[in-house]
């Protein structure tokens, strides 16, 4: 059980070749038969972009067979490094279908939608399409299928302009853009579909969600990138010829946006707790959602400045009008993931953050 826990099917093939000449081969090779059908399958969809490709190579490490499927509409090919890749759109039931027959996955995280707010105020439709009805198409899939367990990236953007921080699960659902209401739906038709269908599912809403792989393996590739971090990096690296503020005139302390920045390997293992409710752990923890942050925020003006600190670098720094759909501050309270999944980040000062940009 522990070789299969670490992942380690080689080692078990090897002693299965080990033995095969003595009298215990029958036995050994049960035995490990055995062991690789515990083995649990993971779909991973959307694990070609930049959480996704992160949360492969975890739960590989773990001990779970992993599928990546991906459209690569914004998405890299050589991001799977980890787990098999079957090029796939969740809006191609026919194609999903074949995938869910082929591999009988055990359990499906879903990180593939369209996450860019600006473009989702112009083209609506666009993540209306993908992030519900691509998602409704997986779920019926899933269904079709018997697969029941399904983990959904959700966002802090569910819950528009905060009444109150640190936003704890129960704060009021108000999204203030196309995205925000797109992946509030999805939470709603999870609901739905578990009291109905009894799909067990596990809603996570990622705050802001940065930093790399510590290995070096992996990394954040957006096109175009909006996010502020990779653009400060860009910035510190000589590759961008400034970075803008967008806002000063914020009711912060400094007057710029405050955010609650959680490292991508954090998102990852609080994942990991997931799977391991779903396969280990009793009923009443499953079909839940959880805010996955720090709970501890940082202005745009401070991560610039940490970043010029940490990498030695000056760059120029311009203001700029505020961003439309940003809300001042964003900051998690993880105290309910922290008491039922034992989340607690490794990496939760920001110096560690942007170290492993570095
Ligand atoms: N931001 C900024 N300049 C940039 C990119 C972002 O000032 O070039 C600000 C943005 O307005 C927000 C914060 O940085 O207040 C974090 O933005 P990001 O896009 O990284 O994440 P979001 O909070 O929108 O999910």
Do not use: W
Request: charged residues 25%; hydrophobic residues 40%.
């Amino acid at each position: 059980m522990l070789l299969n826990l670490l992942g380690c099917r080689e080692i078990i093939n090897d002693l299965q070749g080990y033995y095969l000449s003595s009298l215990s081969h029958i036995i050994i090779i049960n035995i490990s038969l055995y062991l690789n059908r515990m083995k649990k399958i993971v779909f991973i969809v959307g694990g070609a972009g930049y959480i996704g490709s992160h949360m492969a190579k975890h739960a590989v490490l773990a001990g779970y067979d992993v599928v990546v499927l991906d459209n690569l509409s914004t998405g890299h090919k050589d991001a799977v490094k980890y787990g098999k890749f079957e090029l796939c759109d969740i809006k191609d039931k026919t194609k999903l279908d074949a995938l869910f027959k082929k591999y009988q996955p055990d359990a499906v995280m879903h990180f593939s939608a369209y996450s860019i707010v600006s473009e989702s105020v112009v083209d609506p439709y666009k993540y209306y399409d993908n992030n519900v009805s691509g998602t409704l198409n997986l779920l019926k899939t899933m269904l079709d299928n018997h697969c029941n367990n399904v983990i959904f990236s959700s966002t802090a953007a569910v819950f528009g302009n905060p009444e109150y921080v640190p936003i704890d699960e129960e704060h009021i659902k108000k999204p203030i853009n196309p995205y925000g209401r797109s992946k509030l739906m999805v939470e709603q038709i999870l609901e739905d579909f578990s009291q109905a269908y009894n799909l067990k599912y596990l809603v996570f809403r990622y705050f802001n969600a940065a930093g790399h792989d510590v290995d070096g393996e992996l990394s954040e590739r957006h096109d175009p990138e909006t996010h502020l971090l990779p653009l400060i990096m860009q910035a510190a690296r000589g590759n961008r010829k400034n970075i803008a503020i967008f806002g000063t005139d914020y009711d912060t302390k400094d007057g710029t946006c405050i955010r609650d920045y959680i490292h991508v390997d954090d998102l990852c293992v609080a994942h990991l707790s997931g799977l391991n409710v779903f396969f280990n752990e009793g009923k009443e923890v499953h079909s839940n959602n959880f805010n996955l942050g720090n709970g501890s925020g940082f202005s745009v003006k401070e991560v610039i400045s940490k970043v010029k600190e940490l990498t030695n670098k000056d760059f120029t720094v311009v203001e700029r009008e505020r961003r439309s759909g940003d809300p001042a501050v964003l900051i998690a309270s993880n105290i309910k993931a922290s008491k039922i999944l034992n989340f607690t980040p490794n990496k939760s000062k920001i110096e560690d953050i942007i170290k492993s940009l570095i």
